[in-house]
Nanobody, 119 residues
Framework: QVQLVESGGGSVQAGGSLRLSCAASGYTFGIRSISMGWFRQAPGKERERVAMLDSAGSTTYADSVKGRFTISKDNAKNTLYLHMNSLEPEDTAMYYC???????????WGQGTQVTVSS
């Protein structure tokens, strides 16, 4: 059974850093060759794509996080990361990990981890 479990969220002051982790399990061949990504959703707002890491290893970022966030993964640990620096109050949201694109959409989702940035 596939499972994605996020961790690493918390409360920080503006300018601080956090590292989110997404531990994946249940994938027959691990996460080496699957697309994965991070999304976020703030109260009253639509879910937003934050950072993507495709099966070839290419990364894309939302304009709002470029230069501040970095997505990476450790295939041996089956873990996806989101390194977040220079955090801003606007980054406050529930952050979700997603994996395995099917027909252009991510099939698997984690439960989310809350990030709160205070000014």
């Amino acid at each position: 059974q596939v499972q994605l479990v996020e961790s690493g969220g918390g409360s920080v002051q503006a300018g601080g850093s956090l590292r989110l982790s997404c531990a994946a399990s249940g994938y027959t061949f691990g996460i080496r060759s699957i697309s994965m990504g991070w999304f976020r959703q703030a109260p009253g707002k639509e879910r937003e794509r934050v950072a993507m890491l495709d099966s070839a290893g290419s990364t894309t970022y939302a304009d709002s996080v470029k230069g501040r966030f970095t997505i990476s993964k450790d295939n041996a640990k089956n873990t996806l990361y989101l390194h977040m620096n220079s955090l801003e109050p606007e980054d406050t949201a529930m952050y979700y990990c997603a994996a395995l694109k099917v027909a252009g959409n991510f099939r698997d989702w984690g439960q989310g981890t809350q990030v709160t940035v205070s000014s």
